[in-house]
């Protein structure tokens, strides 16, 4: 009488096991940094979204007072129409740090005619080093996104 085993025994899985596990160990740091680049990136495109709305909507609807304003200590940011809040975004999750060139950046303006209020770079960094400056020119109004200081 001839037995046909077909399948896995305990300990082949078992080992199976043992080894994804240990890859995984080895992998997760990786993933890790490869996720919180991903967010830095999202959060980055989010900001630039925004000032490219606040910057449509005082062109199309000739609005004067429109602004984002910054708050570098608590790392989140307003859309305003002169006092009143719009929207407001918490980076806090995301971002470890945000700074801006020149210092006194913190408040973008944005005119009718699509200009904003002053040219500058607002730094964003991530808690792995990991740096996207968003450039703002005000001659133009073009807004980009970095990941090398300009």
Known sequence: MKLNNKGFTFIELLVVAVILGILLTIAYPRLEKVRTRWELNGVARQM?????????????????????????AARKYYLKEN???LESRDLSRVITGISVKPKDFTIVEFYTNGMTSGAGTIALSNRYGEFRYIVILN?????RISSTPP
């Open 48 to 72: 630039v979204s925004d000032i490219r709305k606040m910057q449509q909507k005082a062109v199309v609807e000739q609005i004067t007072g429109l602004n984002i304003t910054l708050n570098q």
């Open 83 to 85: 006092s009143k809040v």
């Open 139 to 143: 001659t133009t109004g073009r807004v």
